[in-house]
């Protein structure tokens, strides 16, 4: 209990960041039995009626309940952020620490690969390779996990470069380690802090560019409920559904400004010098 | 310099040849090819006229050779033909490129106008109101999806006052009307894309101008100018600001690819008549020259912007140019 007053007190961020995710957790887990009404079915007699008691964020304009289907995009959301975040960091760790470990031609061509991929604007490269392969759940979460990884890659590249020359690691190297044991055991988990900050950002941008993608049709497919598509169906209702258009935002708003505040703080936690400085 | 220059043209020639190999590989992804797209609309097509077809458009031969055939075209900026109306896809990215760069060119003045000025002064006064203004104000920024804010906007100011215009860039009978009407027309098709633009990039570029500034403002020497008993407006606009904006500046030059690119949600939302909405339109309509057209030259266009930067950097930071 006075941990969580201590992280409360010193590390505000975290604090409030946290308590969004986890709430955001919760809701995602639970959805099948706090959501008040089938996310999917249809009451056409009940259509496009505003936020009252018996549907507290309104219908839309099949007679959905939304507070219901918002609850379900939860999952979605949460699920398309995990996975791709996992995927870009996998491959942005494994070629980041091999390219800074054994630099020389290695680091070369990777990094001009990365240098290849930061040219293209990622958001159409995204979409070039959606419309070929057709949007689905699936396919967004590995697509945006295939071209996200630059960043990852350089982060970790320079954190190996700075490590590999380091005491320790070269007292490994003398032992006869293997190179992945070295990698792995000894530089990696020293790495780990701006990694893990890195991924939860990305988690929140991750949401952010599926909401896009289902917004502009080629994310989360209809009838399947995420706050993007459900933004798409409800921007035709603008002039007389205010409520469609106004509460799937806020989810988005709130869930990604909730994983760039738990991000901050994890910086913020692990490197004591920006702490210093945030309070000058 | 002359050397630096050197080198740093060099380095953009294989990271070109990289940009236009990964356009032309992520078009193999493509289902179908453009001679079966050719004669879709005839199901009862000739086996043979397609085998035909695909020859003279080269796609029996090997898809190296392809690449190469294709890449000498490039080379020398033809691009091919836009399927949807058989322009030379060129063309067709010439006429949308002026509405992309009236509203990115807009923003991005505004941008820097705001955001600088705002990030310099939370820097200075660190910890102080300005600055948790500032860093929440880029909190929500980070946070905030571009389009939602198009749609708040575009249902407050659009539908429920209706005050503004929320779709294309001028209204059906602009033609017709005298010049000071046709400016405020297009004033107010403006607006709302201006403001989401702007908004969109000013949490990254006031923090990075606060960072900036932050560095720069506890270096030695601004010590030594307050030591020596400068006036602070000397020692902040004259001493720190210079140094502090060189990164600040060649922010403009990655800017280059946005500035012609467009954005493609909110040129879409708006029906502003610019680039991201053609890339946008071509990724819906499968329109693969166009689409790998936008490609190479927005990658072309990151290269160059890359460059500017550097330069820049090495024009305005002696020490950058010997390393």
Not at chain 1, 180 to 185: A, G, K, N, Q, V
Request: net charge neutral.
């Amino acid at each position: 209990m006075t941990d969580l007053k201590g992280i409360f007190r010193h590390h505000p961020l975290l604090f409030w960041g946290a308590a969004i995710v986890a709430l955001l957790v919760v809701c995602a887990l639970t959805a099948q039995w706090v959501a008040p009404y089938d996310p999917d079915a249809q009451t056409l007699g009940d259509r496009l009626l505003p936020p009252s008691l018996s549907h507290w964020m309104g219908t839309d304009q099949y007679g959905r309940d939304v507070l219901s289907r918002m609850l379900y995009g939860a999952r979605i959301s949460l699920a398309v952020g995990l996975v791709a975040v996992s995927i870009y960091i996998l491959i942005g760790v494994l070629v980041g620490s091999v390219a800074g470990y054994y630099g020389r031609w290695v680091d070369g061509v990777l990094m001009r690969l990365v240098d290849v991929l930061l040219c293209i604007p990622t958001f159409f490269l995204i979409l070039m390779v959606i419309a070929f392969v057709g949007p689905s759940i699936l396919n967004i979460m590995v697509i945006i996990g295939l071209t996200s990884w630059t960043d990852v890659a350089r982060l970790v590249r320079g954190e190996v470069l700075a490590l590999k020359e380091r005491e320790f690691v070269l007292a490994a190297r003398l032992m006869g380690l293997s190179d992945s044991h070295i990698i792995l055991r000894h530089i990696l988990p020293n790495a780990l802090g701006p990694v893990l900050v890195v991924a939860t950002l990305g988690v929140g941008s991750c949401i952010l560019l599926e909401s896009s993608l289902s917004f502009l049709g080629l994310g989360v497919q209809p009838p399947t409920a995420s706050w993007g598509n459900m933004l798409m169906e409800g921007k035709d209702h603008l002039t007389d559904a205010w409520w469609l258009v106004t509460f799937p935002g806020v989810a988005i708003f709130t869930t990604v400004l909730g994983y760039n505040l738990m991000g901050e703080g994890l910086r913020d936690l692990m490197d004591p010098r920006m702490r210093g400085s945030r309070q000058g | 310099m002359r050397n630096f220059l050197l080198r740093r043209f060099l380095l953009m020639v294989p990271l070109m040849l990289g940009i236009t190999v990964l356009s032309f590989g992520i078009m193999q992804l493509a289902p179908g090819d453009p001679a079966t797209l050719d004669v879709a609309m005839n199901p009862r097509i000739d086996p043979s006229y397609l085998q035909k077809l695909r020859t003279s458009y080269g796609l029996d031969q090997p898809i190296p050779v392809q690449y190469w055939n294709w890449l000498k075209r490039v080379a020398v900026l033809d691009f091919g033909e836009s399927y949807k109306d058989s322009r030379p896809v060129l063309t067709v990215i010439a006429e949308r490129l002026p509405a992309t760069l009236l509203l990115s060119g807009l923003s991005l003045v505004l941008l820097f106008l705001i955001a600088v000025p705002l990030g310099v002064a939370a820097a200075y006064y660190q910890g102080r109101f300005i600055d948790r203004f500032a860093t929440l104000f880029t909190f929500v920024g980070y946070s905030m999806p571009s389009f939602w804010f198009a749609l708040m906007l575009m249902l407050l100011l659009g539908v429920q006052w209706n005050l503004l215009p929320v779709s294309g860039m001028v209204s059906t009978d602009f033609d017709y009307l005298p010049w000071w009407r046709k400016a405020g027309d297009l004033a107010s098709h403006l607006f709302l894309p201006l403001v989401v633009t702007t908004f969109g990039g000013l949490a990254s570029v006031s923090r990075y101008a606060r960072t900036s500034m932050l560095e720069v403002i506890r270096q030695d020497y601004i010590r030594t100018a307050r030591a020596s008993g400068l006036p602070e407006r000397t020692v902040i606009f004259k001493h720190a600001l210079r140094n502090a904006l060189i990164p600040v500046v060649t922010l403009l030059g990655l800017s280059l690819p946005a500035l012609i690119g467009g954005s493609f949600i909110i040129e879409t939302l708006f029906a502003w008549p610019g680039m991201g909405r053609l890339g946008f339109e071509a990724v819906f309509s499968h329109n693969y020259p166009l689409l790998m057209g936008i490609g190479v030259i927005s990658g072309l266009l990151t290269l160059v912007g890359n460059l500017l930067a550097d330069i820049g950097y090495a024009w305005l930071d002696p020490r950058i140019r010997y390393d």
